[in-house]
């Protein structure tokens, strides 16, 4: 380990005030972790499918009032969750990056923060949930007509893939990438962290914005999305064992 790795070490494991933020970080990441496993094991389940999502307002309402649990998912509240759980990890992995690679952190942290406001703040799956017990009790055609256009215009918006839903997947995404800067910048965290997370995140980002923008065949971006699905599962056990490393205030870098 190099004279500036120890020194930055040092600095961060020696920060008692931090501590308890770190490893409420590490806990927040496999929080997120596990909740990241849980929704790719539900399209798993029969009837659960990705393929389950309407393609029109009318299958929506249909779907919520058949299934409100499986409508919430295919309208990203499981993501939504995720997201807020995530968000101490990052505020952690800025307070192991402010006296090493501030701006670098600073800036990821306000851009993650951003994209998951603009994610949450978008997102269709409550109100839609509420439109459609509206639309079951509609007694007149003109309330059905005022209710489709209500919830054709909240997933035009917010639904999944939609360009309301893209502004905030992309900030969070890139939020992401700045942290993994801070980290190869400020040596606290391994390279090997910083790596995998740099090409897990920049893998999904060309996902999102193929999906959303590319009329592309969907098997070439989710051929670019697996990999880096899985390198970003490894990088959050790898940084969670770092950070409840710090909390503990160890000073084993690895």
Same mark, same amino acid.
């Given at each position: ?23 409420? @970080?590490?806990?927040? &990441? $496999? !929080? %997120? ?7 790719? =094991?539900? +399209? ?45 990890l990052y505020v952690a992995l800025y307070g ?52 489709? @256009?209500?919830?054709? &215009? $909240? !997933? %035009? ?7 309301? =839903?893209? +502004? ?68 959050n056990v790898m940084v969670a064992r770092k ?12």
């Amino acid at each position: 380990m190099s004279r500036t790795e120890r020194a930055s070490t040092s600095t961060v494991t020696t920060d008692s005030s931090w501590r308890g933020i770190y490893v409420v @970080g590490g806990i927040a &990441a $496999l !929080l %997120a972790l596990a909740g990241t496993l849980t929704d790719i =094991a539900i +399209t798993m389940i029969p009837g659960w499918e990705a393929s389950t999502v309407p393609a029109t307002i009318e299958q929506w309402f249909t779907q919520f009032q058949a299934n409100p649990l499986l409508g919430l998912r295919n309208l990203d509240l499981l993501n939504i969750t995720i997201s807020a759980v995530g968000v101490p990890l990052y505020v952690a992995l800025y307070g192991v990056h402010r006296k090493v690679c501030q701006g670098y952190a600073a800036l990821a942290l306000v851009v993650v923060a951003l994209g998951i406001a603009v994610f949450v703040a978008n997102n269709a799956a409550l109100p839609m949930l509420e439109l459609s017990r509206q639309y079951s009790a509609a007694s007149t055609e003109a309330q059905r007509l005022a209710l489709q @256009g209500a919830g054709e &215009a $909240l !997933l %035009a918006k917010g639904a999944h893939g939609s360009m309301g =839903a893209f +502004t905030g997947f992309f900030l969070s995404s890139i939020g992401t990438l700045l942290m993994t800067v801070a980290m190869f910048k400020g040596k606290i965290f391994s390279r090997a962290t910083a790596y995998t997370g740099m090409i897990g995140i920049s893998l999904l980002l060309v996902y999102v914005v193929g999906s959303t923008f590319l009329p592309g065949p969907i098997g070439v971006l989710m051929a670019i999305a697996m990999p880096g699905g899985l390198l970003m599962i490894a990088w959050n056990v790898m940084v969670a064992r770092k950070l409840l490393q710090l909390g503990r205030g160890a000073k084993d870098k690895r």
